[in-house]
């Protein structure tokens, strides 16, 4: 039985543009052991499936001086000052021999051979890197825009034009070296994230009968390993406090600005802040399970899904670059068979090649895509992919599910009514005394009172479940019955008033627990799933972006669902829906509203989020069901990040639709130049440079987006 072929990542360094990482993708998979390979180009990396090895991986990009490192290989990445690396060098002191030829010229002429020789010596100086390539790739009948600026240059060489041909060198190595910049720039987001955690971690291990404390590897760490952190200290690992007390920035993980308090059996993950006290954390997961490493997996991953408008901008390029290379020829053919002098036309038809470079327009779509997600990632927002970023602005309905969505999905006390002489206090005391030993969400939320109102917690003894019903216990020696008003009818008399009080409640959407002493009925509480303080102001700023339509789509009864739609202003509720009658109401919107966007938990909702046009999770942090089930999910359970998202989703649209007319409309102003005749190279290389940095610069805007 054949073995299955390995599948290798592997970090890039100074892979410097996307026509580049195309080349260096079919070079890789043109090695005999290799049975795939594919390049994210925003994250830097290669995905290999065959046995290779690093060196042979690197012999694939010497073209562009790529270098290839093991993806799990922590290598802190040397920056490079802009003025050190080689290829700026270069032009550097290609500039310095176009001036001294300029110089040269004044003094002596243009047809004075020390000027021309200084021109040839910034071609042959500053062209190095351009012709090496543009050679390689005229052997192969490959067509790159290197190989257009080689024809160009050698071609205004021959025609004399040597003043011309130095200075579209070096312009064309300014513009290279702003475009990796630039590009570079974009993918900090990413590096940003893998520096979150740190590398190393302090680890307690036993060693005999006493414990000792090592700095390791974390990728030396296990599963159970206790890990020590100091205050101010990074944690590294994800883990389950076992000892100590802190208050812990969660920022990079889940964008929560304030500082959450962990004590013993609290989850902390890796990169997050200790601020405060020290702590001792169980390791729950291997470095590469982390909760930050499935992030950054993620992010990379979205960056590497092409959206719609980039496939459609890499189909255009694949027949743009012929079709200019097509019209410099006629260009240059034409027009002297009927007027003449063939240099004129020559050299018009050169500077239609270079002018045509692809260059703004193959960078036009991936540098806003590889920003937007990166800033979005830096937001606490996960995006799964440049498609589902893309979907996201032509949104135009949302559907809500409501537990734990519009709602903080945890019950709490909303009312506490009694029908004698006792206080609230007591009848809460005397209910959370009976309610003490159950595990129903509903004793939760009067525990949670009775605490938050620093009430002394009494004594139950002889405590009874009845199931379905409540449950009994004696408490301050009287026998107190907790239950549902009609289990509770059967035990004490309830009088018409009572049922008004209660049927307010339930109108009001409340879950109603009415409690007897002995054979009277003392009081009711009423309780409540608590709508989030951020919901109102959310649907507002919704509507502020044009969102058509609004819908909450939930299980719960249907007064309980339209006492929270007419606190938030809703007017489409559906209640009472399982989750197939769920994935239904999401197909109707679809015929109704064309694109829509489901917002739930990633858990019960799973069928919903996967019919919508785009699926929003409400995911705290290390919530693997949101990560995954998702395509887009909202890290600190933070609703206020979904306008947010919405918002920076259209204006990467807008940016990708400048970029594209950007790149084609100075191109073409450039073109009909031609028809005077007065398109020179000088002219062209402004106009392919001016393209590619306006993209560029437009897309990098993106960073700025904040929530």
Not at 273 to 291: I, Q, S
Not at 496 to 509: F, P, R, T
């Amino acid at each position: 039985m054949a073995a299955t072929p390995t599948k290798q990542e592997y970090r890039l360094q100074n892979l410097s543009c996307a026509s580049c990482a195309a080349k260096f993708e079919k070079n890789v998979k043109a090695i005999p052991e290799v049975q795939d390979a594919q390049v994210n180009f925003g994250a830097s990396k290669i995905t290999v499936v065959g046995s290779i090895s690093v060196n042979q991986i690197e012999e694939a990009g010497a073209f562009d001086g790529i270098k290839v490192t093991q993806s799990v290989a922590r290598t802190l990445e040397k920056s490079t000052p802009f003025y050190r690396k080689k290829e700026n060098v270069l032009a550097g002191i290609s500039l310095f021999f176009v001036i001294l030829g300029y110089l040269l010229v004044n003094m002596r002429g243009e047809t004075n051979p020390l000027p021309i020789t200084m021109f040839i010596l910034a071609i042959l100086v500053g062209g190095v890197g351009i012709f090496k390539t543009g050679f390689r790739n005229l052997a192969r009948f490959e067509f790159d825009m290197k190989t257009l600026m080689t024809i160009a240059i050698i071609g205004a060489a021959i025609i004399g034009e040597w003043e011309e041909a130095a200075v579209v060198v070096f312009l064309f190595a300014v513009s290279e070296a702003l475009e990796a910049y630039s590009m570079d720039k974009a993918r900090q987001s990413i590096r940003q994230l893998m520096d979150i955690a740190p590398p190393t971690a302090i680890i307690k291990r036993a060693h005999g009968e006493h414990f000792h404390e090592i700095e390791l590897p974390t990728e030396e760490i296990q599963i159970g390993d206790i890990l020590i952190v100091k205050p101010g200290q990074k944690i590294a690992m994800d883990g389950i406090v076992i000892s100590g007390l802190s208050a812990v920035n969660q920022a990079a993980i889940t964008g929560e600005s304030i500082p959450v308090n962990k004590t013993v059996n609290d989850e902390v993950f890796a990169g997050t802040l200790n601020e405060e006290g020290a702590l001792e954390v169980r390791v729950t997961k291997r470095v590469e399970d982390t909760t930050i490493a499935k992030i950054i997996h993620l992010v990379e991953e979205a960056q590497a899904e092409k959206a719609p408008s980039q496939q459609f901008v890499d189909r255009f390029a694949k027949y743009y670059t012929p079709a200019i290379m097509i019209i410099a020829f006629l260009v240059a053919i034409i027009p002297p068979l009927f007027v003449g002098d063939w240099q004129h036309w020559i050299y018009q038809g050169l500077a239609v090649l270079v002018v045509g470079c692809p260059c703004a327009l193959v960078v036009s779509t991936p540098v806003a895509i590889v920003t937007a997600i990166g800033n979005a990632a830096r937001q606490g927002v996960l995006i799964k992919g440049g498609v589902y970023l893309e979907q996201l602005g032509h949104i135009e309905a949302v559907a809500f599910d409501k537990t734990g969505t519009l709602t903080k999905g945890q019950p709490a006390v909303t009312d506490i009514l009694t029908t004698d002489e006792r206080s609230e206090d007591y009848l809460l005391q005397l209910v959370a005394a009976v309610e003490k030993q159950s595990q129903h969400p509903l004793a939760k939320a009067i525990l949670n009172t009775l605490h938050n109102k620093n009430l002394q917690e009494l004594v139950p003894t002889d405590f009874q479940s009845v199931t379905g019903k409540g449950a009994y216990a004696t408490v301050d020696s009287q026998r107190i019955y907790v239950g549902s008003l009609k289990w509770v009818a059967t035990l004490a008399s309830v009088d018409k008033n009572i049922e008004n009080k209660v049927k307010k409640l339930q109108d009001q959407g409340k879950t109603v627990v009415a409690v007897v002493s002995n054979d009277q009925l003392i009081g009711l509480i009423g309780i409540a799933d608590q709508l989030r303080q951020e919901s109102k102001d959310v649907l507002h700023k919704l509507n502020a972006l044009k969102v058509k339509h609004m819908v909450m789509l939930t299980g719960d009864a249907e007064p309980t669902a339209q006492a929270i739609a007419t606190t938030l202003k809703m007017t489409d509720v559906r209640a009472s829906l399982l989750p197939e009658e769920k994935l239904m109401a999401i197909k109707d919107l679809r015929a109704q509203f064309g694109a829509v966007a489901m917002v739930g938990d990633g858990v019960n909702d799973a069928p919903a989020l996967a019919t919508a046009n785009v699926g929003i999770a409400m995911g705290g942090a290390g919530t693997d069901a949101a990560l995954e089930t998702a395509d887009i999910a909202l890290m600190g359970d933070d609703l206020t990040k979904l306008p947010y998202t919405i918002g920076l989703s259209r204006k990467t649209l807008r940016i990708i639709k400048e970029n594209i007319i950007f790149a084609l409309a100075l191109k073409l102003i450039a073109l009909l130049l031609v028809i005077p005749g007065w398109l020179t190279l000088w002219i062209a290389i402004f106009a392919d440079m001016g393209a590619t940095l306006l993209v560029v610069f437009n897309s990098l805007r993106l960073i700025r987006t904040k929530k």
